[in-house]
């Protein structure tokens, strides 16, 4: 049904059609996808939790990571419910102002986890770089301003986007062809020009996803440089095993993220929508998934405690990798 006032015609809601194409496989989809939703929620709250407790996991690398994890938490929580109950229950059906509400979250926290990434880049800097002065440039109060900057970055450019899309008609079609409310897949529901908020959702990415990647790339060609200056190979070795695992992070989220960001605007016609719908919920969910096991596995310290945790030992000092 539309609701219509003198300036707009809003849908009282969308119809959230799942995968294109792939409706009678659903049920069989969601079984990964509940999967992994499990897994990333018990290893993120694990995660912090351990960050939390462990004495010697109190440093900057690792309250970085905390954040990270609670930002995958935030993120995958917001859209993977509601494409469960999509999947099982066949519940479609979403409000017109719910779906600005989780298209705002989606947006909101992806670009504040694009910028933890890049926080956990200049650690590594800083670290590899200038280890003695390490605890000094990176104190608490530093990280917490960083964190809060970097929050409300993302959270202040995201707000336009409800604005923008709740000013366009919605004359046609009211179905969705996705799990969650994706920006662009809602304005393609426009029956008007689409330009402003074409041209915002660009600038928003240079500001975010193009300026993040810029300062970790920045911040990789410095720790590359000074690693490469080491006297031994061991010490070059034990410096860049330090990375791994961001290294790691990084490609686990930026390159979901491209394809998702280049399908919307110039692929449209060549991807399978499938595939593009698939890709853009692996997006979301490879990495609160897959970051928790990676920093798990890559990262000596958090082994460590992990062990000391489940032992009940106390007291004790780990020392890092």
Request: positive net charge; hydrophobic residues 50%.
């Amino acid at each position: 049904m539309l609701a219509a006032n003198n300036s707009y015609v809003a849908p009282k809601s969308f119809i959230l059609d799942g995968i294109p194409g792939l409706g009678r496989v659903h049920v069989w989809i969601s079984l990964p996808f509940c999967t992994m939703y499990i897994i990333s929620l018990v290893g993120n709250l694990g995660l912090v939790y351990l960050i939390h407790h462990e004495e010697s996991l109190h440093r900057p690398m690792y309250f970085f990571l905390a954040m990270l994890s609670l930002i995958d938490l935030f993120t995958c929580t917001t859209t993977l419910p509601n494409a469960l109950c999509i999947f099982w229950f066949n519940l479609k059906e979403i409000n017109f102002n719910a779906c600005l509400v989780q298209m705002f979250f989606v947006h909101g926290f992806t670009g504040v986890e694009s910028g933890v990434l890049m926080l956990m880049a200049l650690d590594r800097y800083v670290a590899i770089c200038y280890p003695l002065r390490y605890a000094t440039i990176l104190t608490n109060s530093i990280i917490a301003k960083a964190g809060l900057a970097t929050f409300l970055r993302g959270v202040l450019l995201m707000i336009p986007f409800p604005f923008l899309v709740k000013r366009l008609p919605f004359c046609q079609s009211n179905i969705i062809s996705h799990t969650y409310c994706d920006h662009m897949s809602v304005v393609k529901l426009s029956s008007t020009s689409i330009k402003i908020n074409v041209i915002y959702g660009l600038m928003v990415a240079l500001l975010i996803g193009v300026f993040d990647i810029c300062c970790i790339s920045v911040s990789y060609t410095m720790i590359l440089r000074a690693v490469v200056n080491l006297s031994s190979a061991d010490a070059q070795q034990k410096a860049f095993s330090t990375c791994t695992a961001h290294l790691s992070a990084i490609i686990i989220t930026y390159v979901p993220a491209f394809f998702t960001f280049f399908t919307h605007r110039f692929g449209g016609h060549t991807i399978p929508p499938s595939l593009h719908i698939i890709v853009a919920n692996l997006y979301l969910l490879l990495p609160p998934t897959l970051n928790p096991i990676v920093y798990g596995v890559k990262t000596k310290q958090i082994r460590d405690s992990v062990i000391k945790l489940f032992r009940g030992e106390k007291g004790a000092n780990i020392q890092d990798n």
